[in-house]
């Protein structure tokens, strides 16, 4: 009697520990977090995620935005589980196809390193990325990795290229950036050239010498005389005759002797 009424109650445990397995994940969207609550919870109790939990933890967390952090934890997890056996490459290829859609390309790289599947792809889709991707913010490092994985060149629209240099140009991002996405989309930043001069003048004026002799040579837009001029004055004026060489050094126009 005592073993009939004892098996029901296991089972009712075990159910109850799947339930609260299941409300880990619901609750917790970091995946870290999640799986740490998941394993700490399976060594007090010793019981394992069913194979059905196991999945959904799994697909939850990877089609989800993972730091390099959560990349190694979901491949471990996965690993000691066995979690990928339980996963069909077309529930892989979904995760894939919501990435490229949304233009999450930046999250494609941690897919493929997490199950080592290869998304499938095709030329308009990855484009389509592309354009998404750059209008979301993606940086141009993330956007040429995940060229390398599709091996497709990007074909970015042009006035989406522009609007990203101006961003860079704008919020003074390093000269890196703009270099990387001009070698990803072909396309040189072109900025309005009095704009151009007063980034100068703000960047000579701090003896941030280098930084506008390489925006010059980024930009391709010379310095203007009447601004380095006017510069000219203002050093004077203020008795900075020292600095009056170095910007000569920097930009190559010499003051007017008048000045000096």
């Not at 069909?88 to 979904?94: A, L, N, P, V, W």
């Not at 997490?114 to 990855?126: F, K």
């Not at 956007?143 to 390398?148: A, E, L, T, Y």
Request: net charge neutral.
């Amino acid at each position: 009697m005592n073993k009939i009424n004892k098996e029901p109650n296991m089972e009712s445990h075990k159910n109850g520990i799947q339930k609260r397995y299941e409300a880990i994940i619901s609750q917790e969207s970091d995946c870290s977090r999640g799986i740490s609550k998941v394993e700490g919870l399976v060594g007090l109790v010793g019981i394992k995620p069913s194979n059905d939990v196991l999945r959904r933890i799994y697909l939850k967390y990877l089609g989800g935005s993972l730091s390099t952090g959560d990349v190694s934890h979901l491949a471990k997890f996965s690993n000691k589980y066995r979690v990928l056996e339980l996963v069909s490459k077309d529930e892989i290829q979904r995760i894939y196809d919501g990435f490229l859609e949304e233009g999450d390309v930046h999250c494609i790289e941690n897919v493929t390193e997490v199950t080592g599947i290869m998304p499938e792809l095709d030329e308009e889709q990855v484009q389509r990325a592309y354009s998404k991707a750059i209008q979301k913010g993606v940086c141009a490092g993330h956007i040429s990795r995940f060229q390398r994985i599709s091996g497709i060149k990007p074909k970015i629209p042009e006035h989406l290229v522009q609007e990203k240099h101006f961003e860079y140009f704008s919020r003074n991002y390093p000269l890196s950036d703009f270099e990387e996405l001009e070698a990803i989309a072909g396309v040189s930043p072109n900025i309005d050239p009095k704009l151009v001069q007063e980034k100068y003048k703000a960047l000579l004026e701090n003896g941030r010498w280098g930084e506008a002799i390489e925006l010059r040579r980024l930009l391709k837009v010379e310095f203007s005389e009447d601004m380095i001029s006017g510069l000219y004055s203002s050093m004077v004026k203020k008795g900075e005759l020292g600095s009056i060489r170095r910007v000569e050094s920097a930009t190559g126009i010499s003051p007017k002797v008048e000045l000096l």
